[in-house]
């Protein structure tokens, strides 16, 4: 016949005769009716059993069966956010705590730190493994202010939050200067130790110059005065220092004069009037 023992366990194993005077195993040269056996590997047992009228021989064969085992695989540390699969390797059937899944694998989003264990169960007992997936916080990304300049300027951005920064203009330092010709978003993601993530963003708008005109050159003769009258803006500085719109002046020679006009954004931009002067 056949029997089955678990892997590293004992089998009896007992004749059925009644009259015999001696026993003889083999392997192992027992000579008792029963004997304990501690196979390693399927193994196959005879006996032979004699009386006074002769021999009879028997045998069965002793099959291994195996102990359950298992083993888990995949990241045991994670960022705030994201999944990780845990892979179980069983000979026989699996089941996960907490979630009670019975799939080698599971895909799993843990909000915390949090563990998982894995069981499996076969006729020769039970088997389980534990992992614990690490969940590591975010960082706070912080990319700076809104803010606002005109066009030609520059302006400093700042960003906080971690170890490592990487723009989306390709610049990877905390703090860069940025000079958009039009309104841009710039977003930098900010990494920690944990090699966790996180990106903020901040505007840049441009606010266009102002198209400052200090009017047509004009002439005049010597001795007499010349109305200079600016526009496009919303305040005005001549570089006569006075900061009207209009300005009388009355040069004694060919002069060129130039106003700045600022606009409601605080921009500003320069132009240049030329008075010529006649002799007389």
């Known amino acids: 016949g056949n029997n089955s023992v678990c892997d590293g366990q004992s089998v009896s194993l007992s004749t059925s005769t009644t009259?015999?005077?001696t026993y003889l195993w083999s392997p192992g040269g027992q000579t008792t009716a029963d004997i304990v056996v501690s196979p390693t590997s399927q193994t196959t047992y005879s006996v032979t059993v004699s009386?006074?009228?002769?021999d009879a021989t028997d045998e069965i064969t002793v099959d291994i069966a195996p102990l359950p085992t298992i083993s888990i695989s995949?990241?045991?540390?994670?960022c705030e956010g994201e999944s990780v699969q845990l892979s179980s390797?069983?000979?026989d059937g699996v089941e996960w705590l907490p979630g009670g899944a019975t799939t080698n694998d599971i895909?799993?989003?843990?909000?915390?730190?949090?563990?998982?264990?894995?069981s499996t169960t076969n006729s020769c007992g039970?088997?389980?493994?534990?992992?614990?997936?690490?969940?590591?916080q975010n960082p706070t990304a912080n990319a700076g202010q809104d803010e606002t300049i005109c066009v030609g300027e520059s302006v400093a951005l700042n960003a906080s939050g971690g170890g490592d920064y990487a723009w989306n203009s390709g610049q990877t330092a905390a703090s860069i200067t940025v000079s958009p010709g039009i309104t841009l978003t710039y977003s930098v993601t900010v990494t920690?130790?944990?090699?966790?993530?996180?990106?903020?963003?901040?505007?840049?708008?441009?606010?266009?110059?102002?198209?400052?005109?200090?009017g047509d050159d004009i002439a005049i003769c010597e001795g007499e005065t010349a109305s200079l009258s600016a526009?496009?803006?919303?305040?005005?500085?001549?570089?006569?220092?006075?900061?009207?719109?209009?300005?009388?002046?009355?040069?004694?020679q060919t002069t060129s004069y130039s106003v700045t006009g600022t606009d409601g954004n605080n921009c500003t931009a320069t132009d240049e009037v030329t008075v010529t002067v006649n002799a007389l």
Request: aromatic share 4%; proline share 4%.
């Open 126 to 136: 039970s088997a389980s493994e534990t992992v614990t997936v690490t969940v590591n």
């Open 74 to 78: 995949g990241d045991q540390e994670i």
């Open 107 to 118: 895909n799993i989003t843990p909000v915390s730190t949090e563990t998982y264990t894995a």
């Open 51 to 54: 009386n006074a009228c002769g």
């Open 192 to 214: 920690d130790g944990n090699n966790c993530s996180a990106t903020d963003e901040v505007a840049v708008t441009v606010n266009a110059l102002p198209s400052v005109d200090a």
């Open 89 to 91: 390797t069983s000979s």
């Open 19 to 21: 009259d015999a005077d």
């Open 231 to 252: 526009s496009g803006a919303s305040s005005y500085l001549w570089d006569t220092q006075e900061i009207l719109e209009s300005i009388s002046v009355n040069p004694s």
